[in-house]
């Protein structure tokens, strides 16, 4: 699976699309009032990839399992300190409610938590490379 972020910035427009296997969609980003940059951080955007991803693998995995889930929340947080630092301190949190126990839920999210890309590609760690 190829997987492409596109975002193009000039004074107060900003256009992202967002492409997985050659399907491209466009998310509503809007730039910095009066200014140029976009009105998110990178780090919100990581945060919302990691929520994203555990909520998108707990429906897929909930269904490997007949689980039925109704409703997910995720809340992802992390600290950055000076510029140029990477982030740390990331954590995630999660409620599920659906048609299932408590201990069924546990286990869900605890399995899930193994399984998620994101999550595993910050765990491991991933060579960035600058193309020029």
């Known amino acids: 699976m190829k ?11 900003q256009t992202v699309t967002l492409e997985t296997n050659g399907v491209a969609q466009e998310l509503p980003i809007p730039a910095k ?5 976009s009105s998110v951080n990178g780090g919100e955007l ?36 000076a510029e140029g630092q990477p982030g740390y301190n ?3 949190k999660v409620h ?18 193994t399984v998620s890309e994101i999550q595993n590609t910050l765990r491991r760690g991933s060579h960035v490379m600058l193309i020029e």
Request: aromatic share 10%; hydrophobic share 45%.
């Open 3 to 13: 997987i492409t972020a596109k975002l193009e910035n000039q004074f107060n427009h």
């Open 33 to 37: 009032v009066a200014g140029f940059g």
């Open 46 to 81: 990581l945060c919302l990839a990691l929520a994203t991803c555990f909520c998108n693998d707990l429906y897929r995995e909930a269904h490997r399992q007949a689980l039925v889930i109704r409703r997910v929340t995720v809340e992802a947080s992390a600290e950055f300190g």
């Open 90 to 92: 990331f954590q995630y």
């Open 96 to 113: 599920v409610e659906g048609e299932a126990t408590d201990e069924q839920i546990a286990v869900l999210i605890r399995h899930t938590d």
